[in-house]
């Protein structure tokens, strides 16, 4: 067995976590807390170090004066403990973090998921798999024709696109649980060849 | 002022933000950095908030001597002990290295792992071949399932071709269209939100 105790505790963890499959009892509760306590404390010192970086830093060292704008806009959201009727200086930081959240999401929707894609479709017809790719992705673009009412043909288009729907979301869930199950395997590999050394090849 | 400048802020960051990206006008690349550096500054506080609150949730759970009172405490030691370790010590430091790769990693690979359980128990609960397009669903997932796995091999030589061929062909074929669709919902939601036509983030409603 090993004596390293972070292996121990790793392994203790774990089979808290499994031992949900069996019932909900207070090994896994306590697990739970623990995980969830340090999970949200490293997303602090994440928020923390940027801070510092690119906050503190600039501001101290770089004399960039600027920055207290989005400081200003940070305090803004804690305006509420102040009192309601400051409540609405909260909105200014979220609508600041919505407005390039949403100019972000153009600029990348626009080109890698929009413009790409449909260039990666445009395929010559000279194997089957080309055709069905081709066929298969337009059959599924008008199966989300909500707009107007769909003529025979479009239905007909609609129809074969749910197949192919069908046929995508049971890969995706085969590939979902062959994802999960190769945690498992990690999780299973690290107990046995690492905590208890039965594994030693 | 109250309605009027949020929705101004969101416009101008959004504007700015576009117009940087597909022109080249001189000067605009250095201020998005900036405005992106700054969104990630008051996100910052953001997670600060979200912090103070859990602690002060978790506090009150404590000291009302509520029945989750262990592991409120629990909850809070760990988040402390994190905190403390990555702040005074550094990310660097074995207090911090150690709570990551012995707590972090392996229960989020088993909370992850388990996910495996729970998924076979709702298929075998909502998987019934009812209708064509449903067995078509379950034979791709068997098959794709089957496929990857070193018994697939066995059971028969061709299921592990099979399984590649359904992700590469017709799962591309959906996958792509599936994308292309939720990148025109998300042009348009986030047009939406540009123009000042939904406000719901605000918690003002559309208009």
């Known amino acids: ?201 | 002022m109250k309605r009027e400048v949020p929705i101004i802020v969101t416009t101008v960051a959004g504007i700015f933000m576009i117009l940087e990206y597909f022109h080249n006008i001189p000067g605009l690349a250095n201020g998005a950095k900036e405005l992106q550096n700054w969104a990630i500054l008051v996100a910052a506080f953001a997670l600060a908030l979200a912090a103070i609150n859990l602690a002060a949730r978790h506090l009150r759970n404590i000291t009302a001597r509520h029945q989750n009172a262990v592991h409120s405490g629990l909850l809070l030691a760990s988040m402390f002990a994190t905190v403390i370790a990555g702040i005074f010590f550094g990310t660097d430091a074995r207090a911090f290295v150690f709570i990551f790769d012995n707590i972090i990693t392996p229960c989020g690979s088993a909370f992850y792992a388990m996910a495996c359980f729970h998924l076979a128990s709702a298929a075998y609960r909502a998987f019934r071949a009812q209708s064509g397009q449903a067995a078509a669903l379950l034979i791709t997932g068997i098959i794709v399932m089957l496929g990857r796995a070193p018994i697939g091999d066995l059971i028969h030589p061709y299921l592990p071709k099979m399984a590649t061929w359904l992700m590469q062909v017709p799962n591309l074929a959906g996958m792509r269209a599936i994308m292309i669709s939720s990148a025109i919902g998300m042009i348009g939601v986030s047009l939406r939100i540009i123009t000042g036509i939904d406000r719901t983030h605000l918690g003002m409603g559309q208009e």
């Open chain 1, 1 to 201: 067995m090993s004596t390293d105790v972070g292996i121990w505790v790793g392994a203790l963890m774990t089979i808290a976590v499994f031992s949900y499959l069996f019932s909900e009892n207070e090994f896994y509760k306590a697990v739970e807390h623990i995980y969830v306590g340090a999970a949200a404390g490293y997303s602090i010192v994440l928020g923390f170090s940027n801070v510092v970086t690119k906050g503190w830093q600039p501001l101290v060292e770089g004399r960039q004066f600027q920055v207290l704008i989005p400081v200003a806009m940070g305090l803004m959201l804690f305006a509420p403990y102040a009192g309601t009727q400051y409540n609405w200086m909260r909105r200014i930081p979220i609508s600041f973090i919505v407005g390039i959240g949403a100019g972000i999401t153009i600029r990348s929707v626009v080109i890698e998921q929009f413009v790409k894609q449909l260039s990666a479709t445009i395929l010559p017809f000279n194997s089957v798999n080309n055709v069905i790719i081709v066929l298969g992705t337009l059959a599924v673009l008008s199966y989300f024709f909500f707009t107007f009412k769909p003529s025979r043909a479009l239905k007909t288009s609609a129809e074969v696109g749910k197949w192919i729907i069908m046929i995508t979301f049971g890969a995706s869930f085969g590939n979902a649980v062959m994802g999960r199950i190769s945690l498992l395997i990690g999780r299973i590999d690290f107990m046995f060849r690492e905590w208890i050394h039965l594994i030693k090849l």
